[in-house]
C-alpha cells in the first residue's frame, strides 16, 4: 500500500466513527435517506474549504443540495451549474436558491489584482468586469473594505444571472414558488447575513434586472 493511502486512513476511522454516531441517535437516518431526496434548498457556494455549506446553517444531510466553485460564480455558459439548477428547480423542486459567498474570498481577491493562474483567470473574468461596473464605489474604499464590498457585490450580481436563467423564470411563469437569496459568509466570526436581495418572481426579477446599484 503507498503512502498516500495510508494517509487517508483517519478519514475511514472517521468516517465510521460517524456512522455508529447517527445510528445512535437517529437509528432511522440512513433508511430515510434511502427513501427520499427531497432538500428545500439549493445552496451556490465558494470551493473555499471553510465554508462547508450543511454546518454554517444547521442543515443535515438530504436537506440541501449543493454546487460550489471558485466564488461562486454562474455563468450562463456554465453547463455544470445550468444543469444543477434546471435539476434542483424542475426535479427536486427546491424553495430556495440561496447563492452564499464569502468575505475573505481568494476568487475575488484575484480579480483585484493582476493575474492569476491561465484557468483560474479565465474563471474570474467576470468578476473583474463586476469591478469595473462599480469602480466609483469601490475606488472610495481602503484595501480591506474593497475586497469585502466586492464579495457582496459578487453575490448580489450572480443574483441577478439567476434572474436570467430559463429554467427559474419558467418555475415562476407556471406558479411554483421559487425564491433567490443572496447572502454572505463571514469566515472572520461564522456570521451569516442576508444582503437583501431576494427575488420571487419574475415581476421581482425584471424590476431587480432594470435597477442600477
Ligand atoms: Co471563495
Redesign the pocket.
Known sequence: MCQQCDDLNHLFDNNRAWIARMNETDPDFFDSLTRTHAPEYLWIG???AR?PANQIVGLKPGEVFVHRN???LINSSDMNVLTVIEYAVEVLQVKHIMVT??Y?????KAALGDGSPDMVEHWIRPIRKYALRHQDELARLDDQARWDRLCEINVIEQVRNLCHIPSIRNAWARGQRLELHGLIYDIRDGVIKSLDVSICSREQADRFLTRCD
Not at 475573505?104 to 475575488?108: D, K, N, R, Y
Open positions: 465558494c470551493s473555499d465554508v471558485i466564488a461562486n459567498g464569502h475573505g474570498c481568494g476568487g475575488v
